[in-house]
C-alpha cells in the first residue's frame, strides 16, 4: 500500500485538531485539508497577524473554534456537536523560556490540558484514534551522544520540559487504565527542533534570525554550540499523518514514538544559523552566551530506528532542504499567496516521499 492509500484514510473524515492556529497545528491542517478530511480546529488565536494559520486562509479551510483546553467542558461540548473520529492534540505552551516565566500556565495548558484531552478522548464514543504530540524534551536528558529511545525514562530539567514528561506519563495511564483491548487507539509523538515557515513565536531561532535581518540588525545567539535535532516542520507532520492513519487501518501502533532527524542533521546552534543566513544571502549573529541566563541543555537527539523500521516511516528532507524550505516562505510570504506557497511546498514534499518510498 502507498503513501497516498495510506493518508486516504483521513479523506471525507471529521478530524479533531487542537491547536490549529499554531506552528505545526497550521501545516498538519493544511495537509489534511490537501487530502480531503473536515478539520474541526480548536485553538487559542494566532499569536500574530503574520502567522501560517492567519496568511493561509487556513480559517476558511476549516471549523474553526477558539477554546482553551483548561476548560474541559467547552472541549466536550465542541465534541459532542461535531462527532470527530479523529484527534491530533497539538495545543501546548511551547517555548522553554516561557516556561520559566509562568510555569503554573505551562504545566496548567502541557499536563492538565494533555489529562483534559485525555478524558475527552475517554467519554467520546465517535473518537476512535488519537495522537498526542509531546516533545523530545520529555526525556530525562543525560545529555549523552547516542539517541533517546522511547522506553527510556521521562524528565525534564525546566517546567516546559518536564511538563511534556508528565504529559507522556499520563498518555501511558490512559492508555493502560481505559484503552487497552477497545477499539480506542492512542498514541504519542516526540519530535525534535522544528523549522519552516509561518513561525512567530519568541525565542525560536528561525525568527530571531528573520526579524533581525528585517531589523538590518545581528541575531544574538543564546547557546551556539548546544546540538539539536533540527528537521523541517513537514517531516514530523509526515509521521503523524502516517501514525494516525496505520492507527486507523490495522487497529495497533498505540504506543509511544520518535519523529527526529537523521543523525547528519544534529548539529550546533551556529552551524544551522550560519546555514539560514547563508540562504537569506544576508544577516550576521553575535554570542550572548556568556551572560546569565536560565538553564538549557547542551545536546539532545533522538532514535528513529522504531519508527523507520515498524511504520516505514523516515527524513524526506536534509538539513540543507529543511533551509531551503524555510527561507523560501519567509522570503516569499509577503510577495506571494502564502496558501499556495504552503500547499506547494507539502505537494512537493509529498513527491519526495512517494519517491523515496516507490509509492
Request: aromatic share 10%.
Amino acid at each position: 500500500m502507498g503513501i497516498d492509500d495510506k493518508l486516504a484514510v483521513y479523506k471525507g473524515k471529521k478530524v479533531l485538531v487542537t491547536g490549529h492556529t499554531g506552528f505545526k497545528g497550521s501545516w498538519l491542517s493544511l495537509w489534511l485539508t490537501k487530502i480531503g478530511a473536515q478539520v474541526i480546529g480548536v485553538s487559542l488565536d494566532p499569536r500574530t497577524s503574520e502567522d501560517n494559520y492567519v496568511l493561509s486562509g487556513l480559517k476558511n479551510m476549516v471549523t474553526d473554534y477558539r477554546a482553551d483546553i483548561r476548560k474541559r467542558d467547552d472541549i466536550i461540548r465542541i465534541v459532542e456537536k461535531e462527532e470527530p473520529e479523529i484527534l491530533f492534540h497539538l495545543a501546548a505552551q511551547p517555548i522553554v523560556l516561557e516556561s520559566y516565566n509562568d510555569p503554573v500556565y505551562t504545566y496548567e495548558t502541557n499536563l492538565m490540558g494533555t489529562v483534559n484531552m485525555l478524558e475527552v478522548f475517554r467519554l467520546s464514543e465517535k473518537l476512535k484514534t488519537a495522537v498526542f504530540i509531546t516533545s523530545d524534551k520529555c526525556y530525562e536528558n543525560l545529555e549523552k551522544e547516542e539517541g533517546y529511545v522511547e522506553t527510556d525514562p521521562m524528565g525534564g530539567y525546566d517546567p516546559y520540559s518536564s511538563s511534556k514528561g508528565a504529559a507522556e506519563l499520563a498518555i501511558n495511564s490512559f492508555r493502560r487504565s481505559f484503552f487497552q483491548g477497545t477499539y480506542k487507539k492512542i498514541a504519542s509523538a516526540r519530535a525534535g527542533n522544528v523549522i519552516g515557515g509561518g513561525d512567530w513565536s519568541p525565542n525560536r531561532l528561525v525568527v530571531d534570525i528573520v526579524k533581525a535581518i528585517q531589523s538590518d540588525l545581528p541575531v544574538e545567539i543564546r547557546n551556539p554550540y548546544a546540538v539539536r535535532p533540527w528537521q523541517h516542520v513537514l517531516d514530523p507532520v509526515a509521521g503523524y499523518l502516517l501514525l494516525g492513519s496505520m492507527m486507523v487501518l490495522e487497529g495497533r501502533f498505540d504506543e509511544a514514538w520518535n519523529f527526529g532527524p537523521e543523525p547528519d542533521s544534529q548539529v550546533t546552534v551556529k552551524e544551522i544559523v550560519d546555514m539560514l543566513i547563508n540562504e537569506f544571502g544576508r544577516g550576521q549573529w553575535n554570542d550572548i552566551s556568556g551572560f546569565e541566563k536560565p538553564h538549557e541543555a547542551n545536546l539532545l537527539s533522538l532514535n528513529i530506528t522504531k519508527a523507520k523500521e515498524k511504520l516505514g516511516w523516515r527524513p524526506v528532507l536534509s538539513l540543507p532542504e529543511a533551509v531551503k524550505y524555510t527561507v523560501e516562505w519567509y522570503e516569499s510570504y509577503r510577495s506571494e499567496r502564502v496558501s499556495d506557497i504552503c500547499m506547494g511546498q507539502i505537494e512537493d514534499f509529498t513527491n519526495k516521499w512517494k519517491s523515496e518510498k516507490n509509492g
